[in-house]
């Protein structure tokens, strides 16, 4: 890769990176155990699907954990880790000849979030097995909703983007 591509590709992952965490943090509709839903998930869809693991698991990390730092800092070093690993997921699975790999990818991925907060919120934090269960269907739905907008989305761009840029 040469020093142009180096460049362009890093200010993808910070752009992406930043319409993450504005993603997470614009619309932000509270569920009853003082988290949110949010639209970061759309973000981070289209940064893994579109340019990668690399981009995908960094925009995924840290833009959520900036969100986070904002609104939820308990939650944002467990962001870092569940949301990068959401984007690195979803960049390995995708293939821009198929799009149900598009779909696996955003099922796997959603699969890691939605364990991955459970965990957290149920062993670390001790919330209980019934606060931490009654997450579960808001996160299911931040996936889907994420992938429905986010598998279209990244479909296009890879389309209309120079080859090099794409996954």
Do not use: C
């Not at 509709?29 to 839903?37: L, T």
């Not at 289209?46 to 698991?57: D, E, H, K, N, Q």
């Not at 269960?133 to 983007?161: D, F, K, M, T």
């Amino acid at each position: 890769m040469n020093q142009r591509n180096t460049a362009i590709r890093l200010s993808l992952m910070i752009v992406m990176t930043a319409l993450t965490a504005v993603g997470t943090l614009l619309i932000r509709i509270p569920n009853p155990m003082g988290g949110y839903f949010n639209m970061g998930d759309v973000m981070i869809f289209v940064s893994a699907l579109t340019f990668g693991p690399i981009i995908g698991g960094f925009a995924g990390g840290l833009g959520s954990a900036i969100a986070d730092m904002i609104g939820f800092p308990l939650f944002a070093i467990p962001t870092l880790i569940i949301k990068g690993l959401e984007g690195l997921i979803a960049g390995f699975l995708t293939n821009k000849k198929h799009i149900y790999r598009d779909i696996l990818a955003v099922i796997t991925a959603g699969f890691e979030m939605v364990a991955g907060y459970f965990i957290v919120e149920y062993l670390i934090l001790q919330w209980g097995l019934v606060p931490a269960l009654s997450e579960i269907p808001a996160n299911i739905a931040q996936i889907a909703v994420g992938g429905i907008i986010g598998i279209p989305i990244a479909y296009l761009l890879r389309r209309r983007l120079p080859e090099n840029l794409t996954t």
